[in-house]
Every structure is written in C-alpha cells, then in structure tokens.
C-alpha cells in the first residue's frame, strides 16, 4: 500500500507537466498504468486479508500474479514519470543562467532518483520470482517502500515551488504580456516618468515594490520547509534581466511559475497614446490597453505608473475606453500626462469625471504634468488636492474665471503636496498663472512642502523667491538649477530668503566650455551662514559640453579660494552642522563625440580645482567627487 501511495503521489505530481507539456496519449498512457497498478495492489490486499495463510512461504499463484502486476507496472511508472518529468524541465529552459542552473540540478535529481527506483522494483521482481521459497525478496520489499516515502517527499518538496506556483498562461496573458515588448529610450524612461538616477537604484525601486510580495510568499515557504527556495531563485533570475523586456517576456511564457514576477515588472509602467500621435514601440492604444486588461483582469495590481500622451488629432471611442481604464485601475501611484488636451471641449464631460474620480484615488502619490496644454481648471485643482509630488514643465492652464463648469474652485488647495518641481532653468512665463495660484494667502499652501526643486535664472527669479519665502518655515531639501553661468547669468549674487530648518541645498551650474567659476557664485556661498545656517550638505553640480580635447582650469578673479571654505577652516563655525561638500561633474549632449580618455583628464582637472577652491573641507575629509551623465533629477 506504501508503494501505491507513492504511485498516486506521483500521478499526482506528473498531472500538471504532462498536460502542459506531453500529448493526450501520455496522459492515457499515464491513466492506464495506474489504473493497472492500482488494479494489482488492491487484489493483493484483498487475497492478503481473505487468505492470510498464502502470502510468504506458501503463496499462492494468484497473489505471486497480482503482486507481479503491481510491481512490473509500478516499475514502468518509474521509467514513464523520468521521462515526462525530465522532458517538462528541458521544455522550461529560458536561456537565463541561473534559471537553467536550477533546471539541470532538477533534471539530475529526477535522472537519478528514476534509475534508483527502477533498479529496486527490478531487484525486487527478481527475488520475488527466483527465490519463492525464501523471504529474501521481503527485506528488499520493505526498503523499497521506504526509499519511495523518501524519494517521493524530497522530490515534492524541492519541486512544488517550481511547478505550478501560479496560474497557467492563458491566451489573454500571452496577449498582455506582448503589449509591452518594447525597450525604451532614456528620454521616454525620463517621459514616462521613470526617474531614477540609475540602474542599481532603478532595480532596487523595482525589487522594493515588484518582490515584496515574493518576498513575504518565501518567508512562508521557509515555514513550510521547501528545500530550494525556488521564488527566491526566480526572483533573483527575473531581476537579472529587469532591463531586457523582451527576455521578461520569454521567462513569462516558459513557466507558470515565472508569469506573475515577470510580467509584474513589464506591467509595472504603462504608455497610452491617444489619437495619432507617437505611434511606435512602448506606446499602446487605448483599445490594446483595455483589451488586456478585460481578458486579464489579474494585470490592474500591477500597473504602479500610467503615462497618457494626448494628441489634437483623436480617434473616435478613446474617451470611453480610457474612461473605463480609468475606473479600472485601483492601485496606480504615478501618473504622466503629456500632450494637448484642447480644453474642457477636447474631454467629454465622462472622461473629465473619470480622471477627477483617478486623482481622487488614496495610491496616486506622483502626477507630472509635461508640455501639456489647456489644462481645465478642474482637472488642475484636483491635481493640487491629491499629488504629494508634484512636476510641472511647460504647463498651460485655460483662461476661464475662478469657478470652471464643474464647481470646482480654481484657487487650488495643496493639502499632500510635500515635492515640487519646476524643472528647467527658470519658471516658464507660461506657469506664473499657476504659481500665483499656488501662492494665493486664501489657500494656506505651501504648509508642508519639503523639497523644492526650481530654476532662478532670468524673468523667473522674482516667483522662485516667492516660492521659497512662501515654504521657508518647512523646507528641507532645496535643488536651484542657475542656468547658463555665462550666458543667463545674474548681475549679483542668488537672492535667498532665510530658511531655517534647511538640510540640503544643489546649485546646478552650465559651464559649457568655460573652466573657471562666475564671480556671483563666491557671493551666494558667502551668503550661506546668514540664510541656511542648518545646512548639512552643500552640492555644486557643474556641467560641461562634451569636448574633444582637454581644457585647463583658470582661477576666478576672486583669487579660486571660497573665503568661507579656506584653510582657517572658518566654515566650521559659520556653519556648524554641515557635514558634506559635493562637487559633482557630468557631461551633456551636444551631438558631438569625445573619447573616454579626455573625460577622465577633465574630471582629474576638475577634481584638482575644486581641492583648491575648498582646502578647508579637503583637509577635513568632507570634500566629495562624482562624475556622470547629465539627466533630470526628478526622483524625490
């Protein structure tokens, strides 16, 4: 009986493979032997109750048949389960190293076990037949039995956390998991409103939020005492390759076990285009979009970012399914829109609520708001209402009165906003509608901002003073994007109000090709004891033009020395809780090439010069260096 169970468990386990990855005729095959098995161990049982007297020595000739039959058919289940099981693993090989590691260990395991099993049954036939007047085949019977319990238990064990663990692929699935099988540029990551300043970072963002859930599903396994971890192996496979959506996909259609990590990264960010515009990979229409999601319903908890690009030229239906993607989706956290929407007249009066009953939701945390235009009142004040981040650049709000046709007030208030970003040089003339409204004493805003990321160069610094007075008393963090240094440069130095509780202040400077700094650049710092006397980091973030050849530094008419950051060490009184100085230097794109060679000379140049501009915080160890690409710093 110890050998039929194990015969049923192996049925059992052999069901989920072989349907998926053998023919009808195995799995008749498969039904057949067990029903004869179970056919020959159920007459032995029998004959062994009614004729107890008949079994060892004297057995008869009916139970040496039956025993026979369960023992040569339990054999052939042995060889047909090796076989199915190891073509089910070799039919789940993605190509990824450690996956394929995982399979060839599992594909030993099976190999191995198969021939051990085997050779026993075969043994015990021998015996059972040849020596029918001694018990010798008894002794190799009892420990077949237990080499089945065991064999069958670590085999479950190590095995259970690989088939099957999730549900199978179904033609839905496979459909979205195909929306997405575009790479992306970094301009539309930036676009779409992936911000991270890096791929360690990026993947740590990922792993935090795409893994926990493994991760907590582990925990329990470990509980159960599952011997190879099998979702911690696949979740760090499906991390390695977190940056190749077409090998994401490939995990996502191989195994059932890899679908849901797969595509909960692929998923994760969304791009709807509506209308004609930026028809091309990575941007799905609202018809894809909703398509998935209604043959897949499973996929809403996965989208965490959903990007909308609205175009002039709108296709006929797209308010209605983006309507109904909206209502659809219950756990976004960020959301993107780009493009024209044309007015209160360019959304049906179902698409504005749809979005105003979006931005109501509790998860939205981060809305970017980007070269979009006519932007009605209402859909801005419920923006202002729900966003703790919020980025805007080149927005342009509607000219209509201070109650739009919804009976929203326009006079937004800001009750979650804690980040605000104007990214850019300078404020554009085209947001002062908007800061000024921000700005209004009737909506008390501002109260719990905590970074403030703005440019101060040109017309756009009168607002941006504005801005910080207005969020003085809360602000810890505060980026300053000064502009071109030569080109948009002040005629004295940045006019700070005083903030107080401020911890970390970025000056981000344009030198292009010019190596020495701007003389208001010595008198900002000096102002820095009377206006952010708290703070604990300084950051100059310098950018250059790529060059091609090497261009020396020159001292500033100031002498190169920051007075306040000389060797007297005067900054540790004047500024008694700083505790870092970052010279930070990156290169932008100006459609020219340079070698790797002349970028490692600049930065050894440029870490030369700012060793002499700071000797106090040099000798004191607080003097940092970085090197890297220009792009936004838009992940707060």
């Known amino acids: 009986m110890n050998v039929?169970?194990?015969?049923?468990?192996?049925?059992?386990?052999?069901?989920s493979p072989l349907r998926s990855a053998a023919p009808p005729s195995d799995n008749a095959l498969v039904v057949v032997i067990g029903t004869i098995g179970f056919g020959g161990a159920a007459g032995c049982v029998t004959l062994m109750f009614k004729f107890?007297?008949?079994?060892?020595?004297?057995?008869?000739?009916?139970?040496?048949?039956?025993?026979?039959?369960?023992?040569?058919?339990?054999?052939?289940?042995?060889?047909?389960?090796?076989?199915?099981?190891?073509?089910?693993?070799?039919?789940?090989?993605?190509?990824?190293?450690?996956?394929?590691?995982?399979?060839?260990?599992?594909?030993?395991?099976?190999i191995n076990r198969g021939i051990l099993i085997t050779?026993?049954?075969?043994?015990?036939?021998?015996?059972?037949?040849?020596?029918?007047?001694?018990?010798?085949?008894?002794?190799v019977h009892i420990n077949t039995t237990k080499l089945y319990i065991n064999t069958f238990s670590d085999e479950s064990e190590s095995g259970s956390g690989v088939v099957d663990t999730s549900p199978a692929v179904t033609d839905g699935e496979t459909m979205t998991v195909g929306m997405l099988n575009a790479r992306t540029t970094m301009q539309d990551k930036y676009a779409m409103g992936d911000m991270s300043l890096g791929t360690s970072s990026n993947r740590r963002s990922i792993a935090s939020n795409s893994a926990g859930t493994d991760h907590r599903k582990e925990s329990n396994l470990d509980k159960q005492g599952y011997a190879l971890g099998a979702i911690r192996v696949i979740t760090t496979a499906i991390l390695d390759v977190v940056e190749d959506p077409d090998t994401l996909k490939t995990?996502?259609?191989?195994?059932?076990?890899?679908?849901?990590?797969?595509?909960?990264?692929?998923?994760?960010?969304?791009?709807?285009?509506?209308?004609?515009?930026?028809?091309?990979?990575?941007?799905?229409?609202?018809?894809q979009v909703h398509t998935g999601i209604?043959?897949?319903?499973?996929?809403?908890?996965?989208?965490?970012?959903?990007?909308?690009?609205?175009?002039?030229?709108?296709?006929?239906?797209?308010?209605?399914?983006?309507?109904?993607?909206?209502?659809?989706?219950?756990?976004?956290?960020?959301?993107?829109?780009?493009?024209?929407i044309n007015g209160v007249m360019g959304l049906s009066q179902g698409l504005l609520s749809a979005f105003m009953a979006f931005l109501r939701r509790p998860s939205l945390d981060c809305v970017y708001l980007m070269n979009i235009y006519d932007v009605p009142s209402a859909l801005m004040s419920l923006v202002m209402l729900s966003a703790r981040v919020l980025l805007m650049q080149d927005v342009v709000m509607q000219n209509d009165d201070t109650q739009d046709n919804m009976g929203i007030n326009i006079f937004p208030s800001t009750p979650h906003l804690e980040h605000l970003i104007f990214p850019g040089r300078t404020i554009l003339a085209t947001v002062f509608p908007l800061v000024d409204r921000l700005l209004d004493e009737r909506c008390g805003n501002l109260r719990r901002l905590r970074t403030l990321e703005i440019g101060m160069a040109s017309d756009g610094h009168a607002r941006a003073y504005r801005l910080l007075t207005a969020s003085s008393s809360t602000l810890r963090n505060l980026v300053i994007d000064c502009g071109d240094c030569y080109k948009l440069r002040l005629p004295h130095a940045l006019r700070l109000p005083h903030l107080p509780v401020l911890h970390a202040i970025e000056l981000r400077l344009f030198l292009g090709w010019v190596r020495f700094l701007p003389e208001d650049?010595?008198?900002?710092?000096?102002?820095f004891p009377d206006v952010i006397p708290n703070v604990r980091q300084i950051t100059l973030f310098f950018v250059f033009e790529i060059i091609q050849q090497q261009i020396s530094w020159e001292d500033s008419t100031e002498g190169g020395v920051f007075p306040l950051f000389d060797a007297t060490h005067r900054y540790r009184t004047r500024l008694p809780e700083l505790r870092r100085v970052d010279c930070s230097?990156?290169?932008?794109?100006?459609?020219?090439?340079?070698?790797?060679?002349?970028?490692?000379?600049?930065?050894?140049?440029?870490?030369?010069?700012?060793?002499?501009?700071?000797?106090?915080?040099?000798?004191?160890?607080?003097?940092?260096?970085?090197?890297?690409?220009?792009?936004?710093r838009w992940q707060v």
Not at 92 to 108: D, E, F, P, V
Not at 260 to 270: D, E, N, T
Not at 521 to 527: D, N, W
Request: net charge positive; charged share 15%.
């Open 119 to 139: 050779a026993a049954q075969i043994f015990l036939l021998v015996t059972f037949f040849a020596t029918s007047g001694h018990l010798y085949w008894l002794a």
């Open 521 to 527: 650049l010595y008198a900002t710092v000096a102002t």
């Open 585 to 632: 230097l990156q290169f932008s794109w100006n459609g020219q090439r340079s070698s790797r060679e002349v970028h490692d000379a600049t930065f050894g140049n440029f870490i030369v010069a700012m060793q002499r501009l700071f000797p106090g915080p040099q000798e004191d160890g607080v003097l940092n260096f970085s090197l890297g690409e220009a792009r936004p």
């Open 4 to 15: 039929l169970g194990g015969l049923l468990r192996a049925f059992s386990r052999l069901g």
């Open 251 to 287: 995990c996502s259609l191989v195994c059932a076990a890899f679908t849901a990590p797969s595509q909960r990264i692929i998923l994760r960010s969304i791009c709807i285009r509506l209308g004609r515009a930026l028809q091309g990979r990575g941007f799905l229409s609202p018809k």
């Open 52 to 110: 107890p007297q008949h079994i060892f020595m004297h057995r008869s000739h009916t139970f040496a048949v039956l025993a026979g039959i369960a023992k040569g058919f339990g054999a052939g289940a042995d060889i047909l389960a090796t076989v199915a099981m190891c073509m089910y693993l070799t039919s789940a090989n993605s190509g990824i190293t450690r996956t394929s590691s995982l399979l060839k260990s599992l594909i030993h395991l099976v």
């Open 294 to 340: 209604h043959r897949s319903p499973y996929i809403r908890t996965y989208i965490r970012q959903v990007t909308i690009q609205f175009s002039p030229l709108k296709l006929g239906g797209d308010d209605d399914l983006l309507q109904n993607i909206l209502s659809a989706l219950a756990d976004v956290e960020r959301l993107v829109l780009r493009g024209s």
